[in-house]
């Protein structure tokens, strides 16, 4: 049986620039880069752990251009079978806002479910948040040609988790508490589109 393939994308590198929260009054500061990686490292621990096939395409801590990130995503889509490849890549958000959010490339394709999977997850993992959607074309995902999503043969999602330019956003991500539950949150919805595949590929 074919199985989906899980494609973890951590996006940015450690010298990116920008990619940071303020330092907050007690010199505390997040740094996108580690909080992609380290959630993109708790869900790789549990997909492994329950037998899950998946990579994680950029394991270093530098900074890989987007273009190298798409291509080493179709690589593993050309060899795998783009339709039997997800790619989720890990963000926080940034611009002074709050909640969750969810981005696919634009018009209606395979990510469109998946990211809709995405979202109920995370709308039943954190009720106590704002959710960010745009529901103008029938679906909570919002829509972008970021390179990830719309150079990227497979199905794609984009989730922004939270907002590092907002304190209590960012003191969510920071913690143990809040990195336990994003990390849980993507693992339960990647099950989900696994069994979803599964169905439709039966
Ligand atoms: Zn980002």
């Known amino acids: 049986?074919?199985?989906?393939?899980?494609l973890l994308d951590n996006g940015h590198g450690k010298e990116t620039p920008?990619?940071?929260?303020?330092?907050?009054?007690?010199?505390?500061?997040?740094f996108e880069y580690e909080f992609n990686r380290d959630i993109v490292h708790r869900i790789a621990r549990?997909?492994?752990?329950?037998?899950?096939?998946f990579d994680i395409i950029v394991p270093g801590l530098a900074?890989?251009?987007?273009?190298?990130?798409?291509?080493?995503?179709?690589?593993?889509?050309?060899?795998n079978g783009k339709a039997n490849?997800?790619?989720v890549s890990v963000h926080a958000n940034a611009g002074g806002g709050t909640g969750w959010e969810v981005w696919t490339s634009r018009g209606q394709t395979q990510a469109d479910d998946y990211a809709e999977i995405f979202?109920?997850?995370a709308e039943r993992a954190?009720?106590?948040?704002?959710m960010r959607s745009d529901t103008t074309d029938g679906d909570h995902d919002k829509e972008a040609d970021f390179a990830i999503l719309a150079k990227t043969a497979c199905p794609a999602v984009l989730t922004e988790n939270f907002f590092m330019d907002t304190e209590k956003d960012c003191r969510f991500i920071?913690?143990?508490?809040?990195?336990?539950?994003?990390?849980?949150?993507?693992?339960?919805?990647?099950?989900?589109?696994?069994?979803?595949?599964?169905?439709?590929?039966?």
């Open 1 to 6: 049986m074919t199985r989906l393939r899980i």
């Open 85 to 87: 490849c997800l790619l």
């Open 18 to 30: 920008g990619k940071r929260s303020p330092v907050w009054g007690d010199g505390t500061q997040l």
């Open 46 to 53: 549990m997909l492994a752990h329950k037998g899950i096939t």
């Open 119 to 121: 979202y109920r997850h």
């Open 126 to 130: 954190f009720p106590e948040w704002r």
């Open 174 to 202: 920071m913690s143990e508490a809040g990195r336990d539950r994003i990390a849980r949150m993507h693992f339960d919805a990647i099950l989900e589109c696994v069994e979803h595949f599964e169905k439709a590929t039966r």
């Open 63 to 79: 900074d890989t251009p987007l273009s190298q990130r798409a291509s080493l995503v179709n690589h593993i889509c050309a060899v």
